[in-house]
């Protein structure tokens, strides 16, 4: 591969990169905008530590979770 041909390889990975960044953070947009865990139908918070953080109200350990009664659960995504 000449160098150049590598330059045009890595701008079109990084371009479809992007494209997949774009796709999931519209994706985690939908899903609180609705307000629902697509996982498991509890409700979203957001996490302050991190711009557009949001995550499932179970999600994490026992004491951290909403519902400590109910199984944890794993959704979380950003939408910047
Ligand atoms: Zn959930």
Redesign the pocket.
Known sequence: MTRAQKAAETRRRNRESNERIRQAREETSRVVASGV?P????GLRRNSSMAGWWQ?E??GAEGFRKDSTKPS?D?QGFTQ
Not at 39 to 42: I, P, S, V
């Open positions: 865990c996982y498991c139908g509890a499932c179970q999600f659960c959704w």
